[in-house]
């Protein structure tokens, strides 16, 4: 069986990828020219990251969302959806499937938050497994972002307009706020999709709202996400188990606490030594629940320790 992570170059997704990537054994994402320019910043990066390439598929003759609206004379329905996915995303996604003669492990970037999503994939795609990473690690979309920056990596220029997703310039799926937004930041895009709904009788956003006609004051844009939530955002206590034939450095433990301001009780209760300096760190909060996934590389770097993201959780090494 192939694994395969569908990377989209956001943020989830790519910490998603990250997480896996021991058992990843393609990393498929499919370009489209409307796609932000640093989007192309973001792959090369990630493909350090990763320490895996990205396998970049386009289709074939449509190459923008503009190209396949007007080549069908249509741009979207509650039904159907948006053709632009279908013909420039599901489409490709399906030959590069076809072109497969076994079952694939498909790793997917939904967040904590959008776990409900998880089994209408598994409903629309039954003869195939399905990864979420992030869905069983508890990791949400502000988490995400947290963890690609302490790992040292600028995450695509979409996010840092204030946008929620890396999606296309000008995507036909987002509502009168959005559309504002971008009105502001790509006018000519925003000129042009006026043009295209016009020329094709479909407005964009819904019936009798053109976006020639659209009010500037009109829809909502929330709050960009933060990526940096502060080093220690959230109290939390490392819990450590001592392998009895093992006894952890009482130096390291010193250091833990002293470098991340923490009291004895709060500072490891549970340290697992793992090959080397190597150690995986089970935490929990003040009320014992579990912290977000930010938190704990948050408490990683206030301590001056470096982090590698597992699939078994997460390995903070003590230098």
Known sequence: METVSYFSAGVSSAVATKLMIDEIDTIMYTHLDDHHPDNARFITVCETWFGKPIEVSQHLVLKSVEATCRHVSYIRSRQTGATCTLHLKRNVRKAFENNRKWTLRIVWGLDYNESDRCEN???MMPFHEHVFPLVDQQITKADAHKILKASGIKRPAMYDLGYHNNNCIGCVKGGMGYWNRIRIDFPDVFRSRAVMERDIGFPIIKRDVWLDELDPSRGRHADPICEDCGLMCELMSIQKKVNPMTTPNKNIIR??????GLTQHEVA??????????WIS????ESGGKPSAGSVFAVAIACGESVVLTSVGWQICVE
């Open 255 to 260: 250091q833990l606490r002293d470098k991340a």
């Open 269 to 278: 209760k549970r340290l697992t030594p793992q090959r080397g300096q190597t």
């Open 282 to 285: 089970n935490l929990e909060n």
């Open 121 to 123: 994939i598994r409903r």
